[in-house]
């Protein structure tokens, strides 16, 4: 990142050196257990703060107590908090878990947001615990500004957990150190179908040690193994420090209930007394709503059935983070809404991976969008074939590469679409297949041709097995300029490297530079793309 942006690396001095140092939290309990509210003392926030959907002038809080307790927001222009604004939470209890959310508003644009998290007792608000800090950059609303975010997901999955011998989660560490504006998680943010054991054997004979806990034991199929889900990951240190310097747009995929879930399935899993993946998808999106701060689903706005919108307060994964005029964010939802998961031969198929009603939002929003980059966070990649047992197909493309079928239907009408109402800058980010690659699509090599070329880029997993790479789907003309994967299903950590993806947007140019990163920052892949074209 340039550091001409009115930023660069001073804007955050604290994530060097010692300062770094003062936000790091003691481990805490690995017991996961729900606070005692009888407990004596100070509300306690252990498992650290994040913040969320920022964008020029607002961010949202989160914080878990160790108890009940009353949220308060501080936030300057220093950390000496020196003029500080206070901002009332939540009263924070058993009906989220204990986590809560403060919304900001009104913020400076383009500026550094010092912020502390106080747990005051309700009944008493002079008792206050030990404040939690962190920081974030809100978005400038000038163009000169340098922009810099990363990209990844897969965390926890395939049994590979906290190993304490290898320090943890130490990709979050490898990213916090390049000063990401925000992070884009792309989902299978846990890994809800697959236990953490204590240790297991490597094929070279090593031990991979995890941290357990009681509720990664088994495959979450109650509230509560699905929230200890979601705060196992909290235990690493590496991640609270991350989070409480960079903040995040987080989306889900299918591990947050169960590998390749869709609505109305029932499991064919011997492993689960509870089959039914709407009430299990409907338990996790709450724990969801309750461990992540987004700004369009809220856990205190009701239930998360995915028949109404009404029914779930208004509460979907699906939206658009307008950050500046250089970036907007649009993340989808390709879980709540897809139809079953099949050969996706279908010559008409308005359901699709998306759903009619959030087609029609993407296609509207896009449109609208003035922002000179247009980012797709798509949680599932559109050209790589993506099966389903022997006969079935996870994502979208179905391994025929004639005209689209099935879901390639509702692709090909969004990417007209981009197409004939003059959408510029549009590039597709997405993770999900536990390896990194670059496929830039055209017309001219496709059997659909009514879109303009484009990029979509592939990286992760951040602490995941890693797989074999899939085949490419003709239909919409992809070449693969770049891939890096292991050559046998599911190699630990230990023994292939984990992956992160880095977007540079500069101010002056607009140009936006694409890196595919791998543990420890390496650079494997990169390309420059220009503003202001419907294709690229």
């Not at 407990?39 to 252990?46: F, K, N, V, Y």
């Not at 490597?202 to 979450?220: M, Q, Y």
């Amino acid at each position: 990142m340039a550091q001409g942006s009115g930023g660069g690396f001073g804007r955050r001095s604290l994530l060097q050196g010692a300062a770094a140092g003062s936000v790091a939290l003691a481990l805490p309990t690995l017991s996961c257990a729900a606070p005692a509210q009888a407990r004596s003392g100070r509300p306690s926030a252990d498992w650290g703060v994040q913040v969320g959907d920022v964008t020029t002038s607002s961010g949202l809080v989160w914080v878990r107590s160790d108890r009940p307790a009353r949220m308060v927001v501080q936030t300057a222009a220093t950390e000496s908090f020196r003029r500080a604004r206070s901002w009332r939470g939540p009263v924070i209890g058993p009906d989220t878990d204990f986590t809560g959310l403060t919304s900001l508003h009104g913020l400076p644009s383009g500026e550094q947001i010092h912020y502390r998290v106080l747990l005051a007792d309700p009944d008493d608000p002079r008792r206050t615990g030990e404040p939690v800090s962190g920081t974030f950059r809100t978005a400038p609303t000038g163009r000169r500004a340098d922009l810099r975010f990363h990209w990844s997901g897969d965390l926890a999955g395939q049994g590979w957990g906290i190993n304490p011998d290898r320090g943890g989660y130490r990709i979050y560490e490898d990213m916090r150190r390049r000063n990401p504006d925000f992070f884009l998680c792309s989902g299978d943010n846990i890994y809800a179908d697959s236990p953490i054991p204590e240790r297991v054997t490597l094929p070279d004979g090593r031990i991979w040690r995890n941290v357990t806990t009681e509720e990664k034991s088994k495959v979450a199929e109650t509230l509560a193994e699905f929230r200890g889900a979601f705060r196992y990951n909290l235990l690493d240190d590496n991640l609270r420090r991350f989070n409480a310097q960079v903040p995040t747009i987080t989306q889900w995929d299918d591990h947050e209930v169960h590998n390749n879930w869709y609505p109305g399935q029932l499991l064919d899993d011997d492993r689960y007394t509870e089959k039914d993946t709407d009430v299990l998808s409907a338990r996790s999106l709450r724990a969801f709503s309750e461990y992540f701060p987004i700004r369009t689903l809220r856990p205190d706005r009701g239930g998360t059935s995915r028949s109404s919108e009404a029914e779930s307060g208004g509460g979907r994964v699906y939206r658009v983070v307008h950050h500046g005029p250089l970036l907007d964010v649009f993340v989808l939802d390709m879980r709540r809404y897809r139809n079953a998961n099949s050969p996706g031969r279908q010559t008409d198929d308005p359901q699709g991976i998306l759903g009619a009603e959030q087609l029609r939002w993407l296609k509207r929003e896009l449109s609208r969008s003035q922002a000179v980059w247009k980012v797709i966070a798509s949680d599932m990649p559109l050209g790589l074939i993506v099966p389903d047992g022997k006969t079935d197909f996870e994502a979208v493309a179905q391994g025929d590469p004639g005209a689209p079928l099935g879901r390639e239907l509702q692709m090909a009408e969004l990417l007209r679409h981009i197409k004939h109402d003059r959408i510029t800058g549009t590039v597709w980010l997405t993770t999900d297949v536990h390896y990194t690659s670059a496929q830039h699509y055209a017309p001219e090599r496709a059997a659909f041709k009514d879109f303009e070329p484009f990029w979509e880029f592939v990286s992760g997993p951040l602490n995941a097995g890693g797989f074999q790479a899939l085949k490419l789907d003709g239909t919409f003309g992809p070449a693969q300029p770049f891939i890096k994967a292991p050559d046998r299903a599911n190699t630990s950590p230990a023994e292939s490297p984990q992956y992160f993806g880095e977007v540079d947007i500069d101010g002056g140019s607009g140009e936006l530079t694409v890196r595919l990163r791998q543990e420890g920052g390496q650079v494997l892949f990169s390309k420059v793309l220009q503003p202001g074209r419907v294709g690229q």
